[in-house]
């Protein structure tokens, strides 16, 4: 058993020194840097391989590099390209594209449950707010249906006020005597300032002109505060401001909306002539043809009213109410330019669509 033991061994050395030798035959490859210090030529060899090797690995990774930046050049175009398509998406969900900033606009529904849709930048600001005054002076009238058929005798002081502050005419003549409900045309639909002084003065409470007319834009006041008008204010029954008459777009939307739910105020509002007559001082008969200021009643599909203002402090102003598909918007426009009319249109267009 001996003897056959010893080539065993001889074998398990001769393994042992043949894997030395190959392990020392490999350490000038894989541990190049340790095994070549001691040798110059050998180093600059190295430094070559080394060159050589950081060529390959330099060109691979600038070419890894080049592609990664293509392609992060590629993503950074296609995240501003959707940057630039969500920010116009956004533009054009957020609104109307008006010139409009003091504008608002909303949703009618059955009158008593609207829905804002849009407000301009400005919809809260109170500014000088025109003749668009006249719609509240026409809810106070309309608050006692039993004035409608009274009738109203014009005074000379209704037309020498209109010529005193430059307004708007009716041309009522002095004599002639019309009821509360055709003066609301002439209040309306012309933009009468001789009609509002007649209404004022005669459905105001007190003992002389002043206090009439005071008391009645009291009730204007008060009737204010009870819609929950809180940027409004008037000091006049007609727009002339005397410094303190002022609304919001938001105001005059809800104020709109809320005329509109008087079947008076919608008949009147909607006609774009009103031709009447009325007994004259002289015993003859007056003939009357008012004509609308707002020309939306004829470009517009489905124009209901309501009311326009324009002044030298105001700008020019426009609230305004269409109908389609059982569904009526109303809107409001302070400070803009003679482009209103357009800008309403804008305004329609876009809440129809939304």
């Known amino acids: 058993m001996g003897s056959h033991a010893r080539p065993n061994r001889i074998h398990r050395t001769g393994v042992r020194i043949a894997m030395v030798a190959l392990v020392g035959a490999a350490l000038p490859i894989t541990a190049g840097g340790l095994a070549e210090a001691a040798t110059p030529g050998a180093t600059h060899s190295a430094d070559e391989n080394d060159r050589q090797g950081g060529a390959a690995t330099t060109t691979a990774g600038q070419k890894q590099g080049t592609q990664w930046q293509f392609r992060s050049d590629q993503a950074a175009r296609h995240a501003v390209q959707d940057k630039a398509a969500d920010a116009q998406n956004a533009k054009v969900q957020a609104g109307p594209q008006n010139n409009a900033d003091h504008a608002f606009l909303l949703d009618a529904g059955d009158g008593s449950q609207e829905r804002e849709l849009w407000g301009g930048a400005k919809a809260d600001e109170s500014v000088s707010m025109a003749s668009t005054t006249k719609i509240m002076t026409a809810l106070v009238v309309l608050k006692h249906p039993e004035w409608l058929s009274r009738q109203i005798t014009v005074k000379q002081e209704y037309r020498d006020y209109v010529q005193k502050v430059g307004g708007s005419t009716a041309d009522l003549q002095t004599g002639d005597t019309l009821t509360v409900e055709q003066l609301l045309h002439a209040l309306l639909i012309p933009s009468g300032d001789d009609a509002a002084m007649a209404l004022a003065d005669n459905l105001g409470s007190g003992d002389t002109a002043d206090a009439r007319i005071a008391d009645f834009v009291c009730q204007m006041n008060f009737e204010a505060q009870q819609l929950g008008l809180i940027g409004t204010h008037f000091d006049g029954f007609d727009g002339i401001s005397h410094g303190n008459n002022y609304s919001t777009a938001r105001d005059l939307a809800k104020l709109g909306q809320r005329a509109m739910l008087q079947p008076v105020f919608a008949d009147i509002v909607k006609n774009k002539q009103f031709k009447t007559e009325a007994p004259a001082a002289n015993g003859h008969t007056r003939y009357y043809t008012w004509n609308n200021t707002n020309k939306l009643l004829s470009s ?55």
């Open 300 to 354: 517009y599909d489905g124009a209901l009213g309501i009311k326009t203002g324009s002044g030298p402090e105001s700008g020019y102003a426009l609230v305004f109410a269409a109908k389609r598909d059982n569904r009526t918007l109303v809107g409001a426009i302070l400070k803009d330019d003679e482009g209103r009319f357009d800008d309403a249109t804008k305004m329609l267009d876009w809440g129809f669509a939304h």
